[in-house]
């Protein structure tokens, strides 16, 4: 569905690339995760598949067809969840809705419904300037599926959401992946990144570090652990590499000679992988 080759960015007056020659492709029915910190190029590569930014080097194939062919009908292929909510305060949430409704092809979604999907059935007739941050956040992302497109691009889609809201939003990517829809979805959080995506490639400094699904990049960057959490004198835990681990002394001594409170197996997290293959800490202010 998107073909990406030897992408190349730079605004305008930087000395420098922002995006430096960047290759990807995303197959249909298939959640891809661009993860990186702020500046990383994530929402700039973003910018540039969804026609807001146009003066960049590369190749970029869309759904067969080169990305700079396609006129303002390319819209009606590609519904955009953006990071921050964006709404006309004046108007309610379901007004909203209707409004940038009329702006698309489409016109048999049943909008209350898509507010039911995000909770905010209640909320249809009141203005969204009394909407909460984590009521507009959910406007926001159910106006990306106005149009029934081929493929959603989401922008941190849990930020600013409660754990109720957050598993119901990550719930219904997961549905619409289900049915068929190609989805690109840009973060730092990478336990979202962990749970969503197919693949993921790590991108720091305008580059891609590492590409992959979440389960094969943590088998080739981490090691599985287990930790073991034993009473002598006190509680202790000790943490060992699975590898080997029958031969391993301590490991025995321990099982032989303490009380055992607990043992599990720990894989490495994606928050560990990128740091060993960027070189760089995530941070919740991206």
Same mark, same amino acid.
Not at 40 to 62: D, F, H, M, N, R
Not at 73 to 82: E, Q, T
Not at 92 to 118: I, R
Not at 162 to 184: C, H, R, S, Y
């Given at each position: 569905?998107?073909?990406?080759?030897?992408?190349?960015?730079?605004?305008?007056?930087?000395?420098?690339?922002?995006?430096?020659?960047?290759?990807?492709?995303?197959?249909?029915?298939?959640?891809?995760?661009?993860?990186?910190?702020?500046?990383?190029?994530?929402?700039?590569?973003?910018?540039?598949?969804?026609?807001?930014?146009?003066?960049?080097?590369?190749?970029?194939?869309?759904?067969?067809?080169?990305?700079?062919?396609?006129?303002?009908?390319?819209?009606?292929?590609?519904?955009?969840?953006?990071?921050?909510?964006?709404?006309?305060?004046?108007?309610?949430?379901?007004?909203?809705?209707?409004?940038?409704?009329?702006?698309?092809?489409?016109?048999?979604?049943?909008?209350?419904?898509?507010?039911?999907?995000? !909770?905010?059935?209640? &909320?249809?007739?009141?203005?969204?300037?009394?909407?909460? =941050?984590?009521? *507009?956040?959910? $406007? @926001?992302?159910?106006?990306?599926?106005?149009?029934?497109?081929?493929?959603?691009?989401?922008?941190?889609?849990?930020?600013?959401?409660?754990?109720?809201?957050?598993?119901?939003?990550?719930?219904?990517?997961?549905?619409?992946?289900?049915?068929?829809?190609?989805?690109?979805?840009?973060?730092?959080?990478?336990?979202?990144?962990?749970?969503?995506?197919?693949?993921?490639?790590?991108?720091?400094? !305008?580059?891609?570090? &590492?590409?992959?699904?979440?389960?094969?990049?943590?088998? =080739?960057?981490? *090691?599985?652990? $287990? @930790?073991?959490?034993?009473?002598?004198?006190?509680?202790?835990?000790?943490?060992?590499?699975?590898?080997?681990?029958?031969?391993?002394?301590?490991?025995?001594?321990?099982?032989?000679?303490?009380?055992?409170?607990?043992?599990?197996?720990?894989?490495?997290?994606?928050?560990?992988?990128?740091?060993?293959?960027?070189?760089?800490?995530?941070?919740?202010?991206?």
């Amino acid at each position: 569905m998107i073909q990406v080759a030897n992408l190349i960015f730079r605004y305008p007056n930087q000395e420098i690339d922002t995006i430096k020659g960047i290759s990807f492709k995303i197959e249909k029915g298939e959640i891809y995760g661009f993860l990186g910190p702020s500046g990383a190029g994530k929402s700039t590569t973003q910018k540039i598949l969804i026609k807001l930014l146009s003066e960049y080097k590369g190749q970029i194939q869309v759904m067969g067809h080169d990305l700079k062919s396609y006129n303002n009908s390319y819209y009606n292929k590609i519904g955009v969840g953006f990071e921050l909510p964006n709404h006309y305060a004046k108007l309610t949430g379901l007004e909203n809705l209707k409004l940038f409704a009329s702006f698309y092809e489409v016109k048999n979604v049943d909008l209350m419904e898509l507010l039911h999907k995000v !909770g905010l059935t209640d &909320a249809a007739h009141q203005k969204t300037q009394d909407y909460s =941050k984590g009521m *507009k956040m959910r $406007l @926001n992302f159910v106006r990306a599926l106005l149009h029934d497109p081929e493929i959603l691009f989401f922008d941190e889609p849990t930020s600013g959401l409660d754990p109720v809201n957050a598993k119901n939003i990550k719930d219904i990517i997961l549905d619409l992946k289900a049915k068929g829809k190609t989805i690109f979805l840009t973060t730092h959080n990478m336990h979202d990144a962990d749970e969503l995506c197919d693949r993921v490639a790590f991108i720091t400094n !305008g580059q891609i570090m &590492a590409e992959g699904s979440p389960k094969a990049l943590k088998l =080739k960057f981490g *090691k599985p652990l $287990l @930790n073991v959490e034993y009473q002598n004198s006190g509680f202790h835990l000790a943490e060992f590499e699975l590898e080997n681990l029958g031969q391993n002394l301590e490991f025995r001594n321990i099982l032989e000679s303490n009380k055992i409170i607990s043992m599990h197996t720990r894989e490495a997290s994606l928050d560990e992988v990128f740091i060993k293959t960027t070189g760089e800490q995530l941070t919740l202010t991206d």
